[in-house]
T-cell receptor, first 113, second 113 residues
């Protein structure tokens, strides 16, 4: 019963490097999300995908791209990392419908130096 | 723009106390509201979900209420225990179609023996 799995758990990047954060869910959920969590700012939505094949911008999409590879997987890519992207990143998923309880992964702690 | 605020930012109480955490939101046009728990270095776990048509939800020692017209929700924790120590976040879903969860900044709770 894995739920939402994110990889990697920790990552240190140099400014300008690129990387992809991976997320997979095994609950057959339609919706998937990427959030970042910064001290004093709560969780802010970067991108989300309401269904396979669709993606939409959230509050803070600049500097990121996403891919909804299939129903299970939703990846987040940083093309040219900046120190301002140092954060903890969370992937989440939820079923559509009246009871839209969201399930979260364990997070990726990213540091850009 | 929907804004979600949680007060207080931090709370420290002795074991056994009943306590109330507050969540307020600026736009009453919400679809549902969720309360989450986050342990240090971990992801979020959904505790309770209240539909916009509901007034409250209960799970064990937890009771969440919703007053949509005044833009408020409270999470009541009865007979607090040290194991309740965590950060508690509320989040509102603006509408079924937008699928965007907007989070508050959280209340960090410490229950000491």
């Amino acid at each position: 019963n894995a739920g939402v799995t994110q990889t990697p758990k920790f990552q240190v990047l140099k400014t300008g490097q690129s990387m992809t954060l991976q997320c997979a869910q095994d609950m057959n959920h339609n919706s998937m999300y990427w959030y970042r969590q910064d001290p004093g700012m709560g969780l802010r939505l970067i991108y989300y995908s309401a269904s396979e094949g669709t993606t939409d911008k959230g509050e803070v999409p600049n500097g990121y791209n996403v891919s909804r590879l299939n129903k299970r997987e939703f990846s987040l890519r940083l093309e040219s990392a900046a120190p301002s992207q140092t954060s903890v990143y969370f992937c989440a998923s939820s079923a559509n419908g009246q009871l839209q309880v969201a399930f979260f992964g364990q997070g990726t702690r990213l540091t850009v130096v | 723009k929907q804004e979600v605020t949680q007060i207080p930012a931090a709370l420290s109480v002795p074991e056994g106390e009943n306590l109330v955490l507050n969540c307020s939101f600026t736009d009453s046009a919400i679809y549902n509201l969720q309360w989450f728990r986050q342990d240090p270095g971990k992801g979020l776990t959904s505790l309770l979900l209240i539909q916009s048509s509901q007034r409250e939800q209960t799970s064990g020692r937890l009771n969440a209420s919703l007053d949509k017209s005044s833009g408020r929700s409270t999470l009541y924790i009865a007979a607090s225990q040290p194991g309740d120590s965590a950060t508690y976040l509320c989040a509102v879903l603006r509408s079924y179609n937008t699928d965007k969860l907007i989070f508050g900044t959280g209340t960090r709770l410490q229950v000491f023996p």
